[in-house]
Nanobody, 124 residues
Framework: QVQLVESGGGLVQAGGSLRLSCTVT????????MGWFRQAPGKEREFVAT???????TPATSVKGRFTISRDNSKNMVYLQMHRLKPEDTAVYYC??????????????????WGQGTQVTVSS
């Protein structure tokens, strides 16, 4: 049974930093592309960043230069380092796994497994 568990969310002031972590159990993590998405109240789930099996990282335009995705295959973990946070970054952040990688995947429908989410709140 595959499980994804996020951690590291919280309340931070604008301009601050947070690092989100996602632990994956029950699958062949090293063979999967991993992604981070976020969803603010009343909005659709939004792509944040993805990393493929050869560590190619692709961030969304809105977070490029501020957020960095990384992975540690020895620990079955993926991270999202967030700097210079803005109030508009406030959302529930989700970790996701794609078992069938095909290019740069930015759509939620391309991912097979999801975590329960972790809240990030950025105060102004």
């Amino acid at each position: 049974q595959v499980q994804l568990v996020e951690s590291g969310g919280g309340l931070v002031q604008a301009g601050g930093s947070l690092r989100l972590s996602c632990t994956v159990t029950g699958g062949t993590f090293s063979r999967w592309a991993m992604g981070w998405f976020r969803q603010a109240p009343g909005k659709e789930r939004e792509f944040v960043a993805t990393i493929n099996v050869i560590n190619l990282q692709t961030p969304a335009t809105s977070v490029k230069g501020r957020f960095t995705i990384s992975r540690d295959n020895s620990k079955n973990m993926v991270y999202l380092q967030m700097h210079r946070l803005k109030p508009e970054d406030t959302a529930v952040y989700y970790c996701a796994a794609a078992t069938n990688e095909h290019g740069i995947m930015v759509l939620p429908s391309e991912y097979d497994y999801w975590g329960q989410g972790t809240q990030v709140t950025v105060s102004s």
